[in-house]
């Protein structure tokens, strides 16, 4: 199982940010590097990406507040 | 300089170049026809479809765009700036930085025209965010960004500001108002005209040909 988290690099300081839109839904086969989700902060929208192949399973929803090193999903 | 026969065309440009498989380093100056460019966010709204509706009616053509923060009208007199860079996979992706390099890539190609400019918030402005630049406290442009990961771990990155050069804001805030009026349950906050200023109340021989000139001349690092 590979934990899809918030990288800490994303933004300097402990700002919150918001998931803006998964591209895939749960139960879904990802592909490593993919692009899952978008996530927006301090007006600076990044794409993430799939850290593995597998199943997703979406832990933190569209919308969701989020912050650096947060698990937003699991690939299985 | 190239002024858009509409803005969708501009931002299904730069998205284009975002994935391109070449990579592209580029900066565009653009002048647009009047159009409201939302988030992703504000188009799920509760009632952000009547919202586009009533605005589109009113002659501001609405689009979805892909860089972050909130509603901001395009228009005559705004002059935008598009950044497009290509990062290797082994360069972190921050945010602040590349505002800070915009920032100070701003001061250096406006420092001909001695203005108190300063970086930072500005309350009940457009499209707020922590780097604002500001005459005299006012808001004046406007930045965003918009990061997208490549599977080979590399980067393209897009800039965005916008410079109110001689816009009439009244109309941009009014716009914008009225978007959010409609399309949210209880509206956040209202955009306020007055904590925002052209450049040609300072210099009113400016135009966007010569403003865009002035910042090209300084090199982007």
């Known amino acids: 199982m590979v934990e899809v988290i918030i990288p800490n690099d994303m933004w300097e300081e402990d700002l919150e940010g918001v998931i803006v839109t998964w591209i895939y839904k749960t139960g879904a086969t990802v592909s490593e590097g993919d692009v899952l989700c978008e996530v927006m902060v301090e007006k600076s929208q990044s794409d993430l990406l799939a850290p593995a192949t597998g199943i997703l399973t979406i832990i933190e929803d569209a919308e969701a507040i989020v912050k650096r090193g947060q698990v937003i999903a699991r690939i299985e | ?221």
Not at chain 2, 119 to 134: E, I, K, P, S, W
């Open chain 2, 1 to 221: 300089m190239v002024l858009l026969d509409t803005i969708k065309n501009r931002f299904e440009y730069e998205q284009d170049l975002l994935r391109a498989d070449e990579p592209v380093n580029d900066i565009l100056f653009w002048e647009s026809h009047k159009a409201l460019a939302i988030s992703g966010r504000d188009a799920r709204l509760p009632h952000a479809e009547e919202a586009i509706s009533v605005v589109s009616n009113s002659g501001w053509p609405v689009l979805t765009r892909k860089s972050g923060g909130g509603a901001f009208p395009v228009a005559s007199g705004v002059l935008n700036i598009s950044i497009l860079r290509n990062y290797p996979a082994d360069v972190l992706l921050n945010a602040d930085a590349n505002y800070k390099s915009l920032a100070n890539w701003l001061l250096r190609g406006l420092k001909p025209l001695n203005l108190n400019i300063s970086v930072g918030q500005t309350n009940n402005a457009l499209c707020d965010g922590r780097y604002n630049l500001m005459i005299d406290g006012k808001k004046f442009i406007g930045t965003s960004q918009q990061w997208h990961r490549r599977s080979d771990g590399s980067s393209r990155h897009l800039m965005h500001c916008a410079i109110l050069v001689s816009a009439d804001i009244k109309e941009l805030v009014g716009v914008v108002n009225k978007f959010y009026s409609i399309a949210e349950l209880n509206q956040r906050s209202i955009v306020l005209p007055h904590v925002h200023i052209d450049l040609c109340e300072y210099e009113p021989s400016l135009t966007i040909e010569s403003v865009a000139h002035l910042i090209a001349k300084v090199r982007y690092d």
